[in-house]
C-alpha cells in the first residue's frame, strides 16, 4: 500500500498566549463559518488552558476539534500550577502540543521530559504533537540532523505502538514568529530525515507537520513536498480567513 495516501492532511492552529473571550468568540465564529468547505484536511486549534471550556462550547458538533498547548506529566496530585491530560479530556480536548521550542527554551524542559509528556497525554487518549527543531545556530553549523536525531530518540525509544498514536511537527526555532520560513527543498530534507526514522520503527504513516511562520502564501508549496503532511500555524492561526486558507491549500 502507499503510505503516502493514509496520511491525510492537518493544519493545527496554535494561539500561543494570546486571547480574549470576545476575541476568541469571533475567531471561532469564522473559523467554523468555512471550515466544512475544506476538503481532504483536518483543522484544529491548541488554546490557552483558560479558554478550553469556550472553544469546546463553540466548537463542539463543528468539524474542527482543539486540544492544548501543554501537558504535566503527572496524573494528579500536589502539582501547584500544573494541568493533566485527564484535566485537558474533560474539555473534549483532542490535541497536545509537546516539546514546543518556546517550551524547551523558556522552560528547560528536556528531551526526555517531552517524551514523557507523550506518554502522559496517550494515557488519557490525547494524541500528541511532539515538536521538534534546531536553532539558527544549530542550522548554520550543519547540526540539524543531529538535533533532531537527539530530540526524536526518548520519543522513538517508545516503540512502534506508542509512536504510532502520535502527530510529529518539525519547526525550525530559528523561523518561528521572525518572518522567516524554510524552503519547501529545506523543510523536505529534514522531513524526509524524519520519515526514515519512522519507516525504521515500521510506523511510516505518522503525520509529519511542518511550523514556523506558514502563511496562506507559502502553504501550498510546503504541501507538494511529499513528506509533509500539514502545519502547525501560529501567528496566522489569529486570523481566521488566513488561517482557513492555508488549510485549504
Known sequence: MNTVLTRKRLVIGNWKMHGTLAANATLLDGIKADAASVQDCEVAVCVPFPYLGQVQASLEGSSVSW?????????????TGEVSAAMLADFGSRWVLVGHSERRSLHAESDQLVAEK?????????????????????????????????????????GADLVTRMVLAYEPVWAIGTGLSASPEQAQDVHAFIRARLQGLGVPQVRVLYGGSVKAVNAASLFAMPDIDGALVGGASLQAQEFLRIAAA
Open 67 to 79: 486540544g492544548a498547548q501543554d501537558v504535566s506529566t503527572h496524573e494528579q496530585g500536589a502539582y
Open 118 to 158: 507523550a506518554i502522559a497525554a496517550l494515557a488519557a487518549g490525547l494524541t500528541p504533537v511532539v515538536c521538534i527543531g534546531e536553532t539558527y545556530e544549530q542550522q548554520q553549523s550543519g547540526q540539524t540532523s543531529s538535533v533532531i536525531e537527539r530530540q526524536l530518540a526518548p520519543v522513538l525509544a517508545l
